[in-house]
């Protein structure tokens, strides 16, 4: 009798061990459980908060920021800059290499993978190189893929393997003209043979391809559309053909305009068999290329064909503006924000709702030229 007592006694502790483990393996499932859906609700709100900040009312999400870190240049291009020059903006009040990298990790932090440094003339800073290098620190942490320079070129060559190794990966060179005259002509200065040695410095450094940027004016280089096109039968070279556009103090005038249809019939007067190639989404440049050719060509072809539905760009100045249209006029400081302490998400909220005020195109070249804006040199090419 006592044997079988303790034998059912036993039974009962055995199955009432089974039942509070079986208990405390669901409540370690269930809170595991919990944590894993706790963590995919925080991804999902990140992600969401990602998407949302730099997504405007039309649904284009923004990956693309351009930022000015210089007002000044060692040229004066008729189209850029205004004849008798402009009012610099204080040092002080000019965006620090502290300022710039931490704008761009606000930026990457919600989603930008591409970044551009503009000016005026970007390497005029002596501290460019240390730019470059804080921003290619966030490299792998947010997913950044291209850290370019638009440059004049004329000092580019010697500096560029310095640039190269602290992490610039995509160039463009401004360049209107291949006649040396013609240059001091556009320019108001000298500098063309340095302009074409950069870009073959750039290519022998492995950049492919090196981009060059030329904006085409009826009257002054129009006449040299085929002799770009022909530099790239040898060379591994983008040239955009870039419809000259109106800013401040640059005397525009619609029939200094040639058209991106103008352009394309007058290549292929010369070049019949001129190739239409895929374009990459948020292109910019409409690309092409003549069969053989080692390099291509593009046409930016932003007042007779806008391509505001596909934009992805934004852009800060070098006073730390921050502009959501190349062509707007409404701007909003970041350079405030940061200096007075502003937290993450106080500065996200002022680029949030920036963006969600970019309008839908802009208001087209006879607007524009009549609009108030930035000179060129003073937003960033």
């Known amino acids: 009798m006592r044997r079988q007592f303790f034998k059912v006694f036993k039974n009962i502790q055995t199955r009432i061990g089974h039942t509070a483990s079986s208990r405390i393996e669901a409540k370690r499932t269930q809170h595991t459980t919990c944590l894993e859906e706790e963590e995919k609700l925080s991804k999902f709100e990140s992600k969401s908060k990602e998407t949302s900040v730099l997504t405007d009312l039309f649904g284009r999400h923004h990956n693309y920021l351009r930022i000015s870190i210089s007002e000044r240049c060692n040229l004066r291009c008729q189209y850029c800059m205004p004849e008798e020059g402009v009012d610099l903006t204080p040092k002080e009040r000019l965006l620090s290499s502290k300022e710039i990298v931490r704008i761009a990790e606000l930026f990457m932090k919600q989603g930008v993978n ?25 490299k792998t942490e947010f997913d950044l893929q291209t850290i370019a320079i638009t440059t004049n070129g004329v000092t580019l060559g010697k500096k560029l393997p ?6 610039l990966n995509l160039i463009n060179i401004s360049l209107d003209t291949l006649i040396p005259a013609k240059f001091e002509f556009i320019t108001r200065r000298k500098g063309w043979e340095r302009v074409m040695n950069s870009i073959d410095i750039a290519l022998d450094l492995g950049y492919s391809p090196v981009k060059v940027n030329c904006v085409v004016m009826r009257g002054v280089n129009e006449e040299e559309i085929v002799n770009f096109v022909d530099l790239t039968k040898d060379k591994n ?36 068999d001129l190739q239409r190639l895929t374009d990459q989404t948020n292109d910019t440049s409409k690309a092409y290329k003549v069969p053989g050719f080692v390099g291509q060509i593009g046409f930016i072809t932003s007042m007779s064909e806008h391509f505001c539905g596909s934009c992805n760009r934004l852009r800060v100045t070098a006073d730390g503006n921050l502009k959501v249209c190349l062509f707007g006029n ?32 802009h208001a087209g070249m006879f607007n524009i030229s009549k609009m108030k804006n930035r000179p060129m040199i003073l937003i960033g090419g």
């Open 114 to 138: 591409k970044i551009r440094l503009t000016g005026g003339e970007p390497l005029v800073r002596k501290d460019l190189v240390e730019i470059i290098q804080g921003i290619n620190s966030f």
């Open 162 to 167: 310095q640039l190269k190794e602290a992490g």
């Open 237 to 272: 070279v983008d040239i955009r053909f870039i419809e000259y556009m109106p800013f401040d103090g640059n005397k525009w005038n619609f029939k200094k305009m040639v058209s991106y249809a103008e352009m394309i019939d007058t290549i292929k007067s010369s070049y019949p």
């Open 330 to 361: 409404s701007e909003v400081s970041l350079r405030d924000a940061l200096r007075q302490g502003a937290g993450e998400d106080e500065i996200w909220q002022v680029i949030e709702e920036a963006v969600k005020r970019k309008k839908k195109q």
